[in-house]
């Protein structure tokens, strides 16, 4: 079973510099039918204007990733980690037992517009930890790259979850098959263009919600660019 979030029924926020529309409850959007998916908890679509960007503030006990689609995301925290977040990396913070960072637009001219996307974790206070790795085009052209892992396999990033993420690109005749476990939950987020997916159109901003499917079907893209999470089946309320 598909079920179909439309780009269009995200929650939106606008405050001038920053752009952002959210696929689940996030800030002072709230709806009850979308407090994430399994343990996907946030996708915010978000657009910073030049020069701006997120002062320093904390977290705790949550697993946030930054997927960079046009400009440069500067990145500080309380780690000593200092880093660009550029189209083709993917950053993944553990926020473990707490950690303060800041997310800036470098840029003068340029807004920067990426995803930042939250992964409920299996395990509350953990070391803090920060990895950053780029996954260059040709090796999601055309088929899905692991990019998030448990295990870090196939040079995937770490995550405290049972949970896979994975990242590509279809245009044209190009076609993918992936097959997931039995008795598994995915979310598909199409960050830009359009494809279809088990005979489902998707355009840019769409999501959707997929249960007990094992085959997904990625096809007929136009300058696509999709993101595949794996997941536990898991709908239970959180505390």
């Known amino acids: 079973m598909l079920e179909l979030r439309p780009a269009a029924a995200r929650g939106i926020a606008n405050f001038g510099w920053l752009q952002s529309q959210h696929s689940f409850s996030f800030?002072?959007?709230?709806?009850?039918k979308q407090i994430g998916f399994s343990d996907l908890l946030v996708i915010n679509d978000d657009r910073v204007a030049a020069g701006r960007g997120f002062g320093t503030h904390p977290h705790r006990d949550m697993e946030i990733f930054s997927y960079v689609l046009e400009g440069a995301l500067e990145h500080q925290d309380s780690m000593g980690v200092g880093s660009v977040i550029r189209p083709g990396d993917v950053q993944m913070m553990s926020a473990g037992s707490g950690i303060q960072h800041s997310e800036y637009n470098g840029s003068s001219t340029e807004l920067v517009h990426f995803l930042q996307i939250w992964i409920v974790p299996d395990q509350r206070g953990?070391?803090?930890?920060?990895?950053?790795?780029?996954?260059?085009?040709?090796?999601?052209?055309?088929?899905?790259?692991?990019?998030?892992?448990?295990?870090?396999?196939?040079g995937s990033l770490s995550v405290y979850q049972d949970a896979r993420v994975y990242a590509g690109f279809f245009d044209g005749a190009e076609q993918h098959k992936i097959t997931l476990p039995a008795q598994r939950y995915a979310?598909?987020?199409?960050?830009?263009?359009?494809?279809?997916?088990?005979?489902?159109?998707?355009?840019?901003g769409d999501g959707a919600r997929l249960r007990d499917v094992q085959e997904i079907d990625f096809s007929q893209g136009e300058q696509a660019e999709v993101?595949?999470?794996?997941l536990r089946p898991n709908e239970l309320p959180r505390d």
């Open 27 to 32: 800030g002072n959007y709230h709806d009850p």
């Open 126 to 154: 953990v070391k803090p930890r920060y990895q950053q790795q780029n996954f260059p085009a040709a090796e999601k052209r055309g088929r899905l790259r692991l990019i998030i892992s448990p295990d870090g396999a196939d």
């Open 187 to 204: 979310y598909i987020h199409v960050a830009r263009g359009a494809l279809t997916v088990n005979g489902q159109r998707m355009t840019a």
């Open 227 to 230: 993101l595949l999470f794996d």
